[in-house]
């Protein structure tokens, strides 16, 4: 049985969720996430804000 009502994919739980490094929030499906991707040698760095706000707070 398929639930017709549940989208597969756009189900990110809590748990699963990235957070803001600022404030800690989980950002589920928020429109104003952000995210900004450094390189830093060999790896990659993600980091991700709920908002605007937050990055504008964080310093690097
Ligand atoms: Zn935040």
Same mark, same amino acid.
């Given at each position: 049985? #398929?639930?017709? =009502?549940? @989208?597969?994919? $756009?189900? &990110?739980?809590?748990?699963?969720?990235?957070?803001?490094? #600022?404030c *800690?929030?989980?950002? &589920?499906?928020?429109? =104003?996430?952000? &995210? #900004? =991707?450094? #390189? $830093?040698?060999?790896?990659?760095? =993600?980091?991700?804000?709920? *908002? @605007? @706000?937050?990055?504008?707070?964080?310093?690097?």
């Amino acid at each position: 049985m #398929v639930d017709p =009502t549940s @989208d597969l994919g $756009e189900d &990110v739980s809590e748990a699963e969720a990235p957070r803001c490094v #600022v404030c *800690g929030a989980a950002i &589920v499906q928020s429109p =104003t996430h952000r &995210v #900004v =991707t450094r #390189v $830093e040698g060999d790896s990659v760095e =993600t980091t991700h804000f709920c *908002g @605007d @706000d937050c990055r504008s707070e964080w310093r690097g």
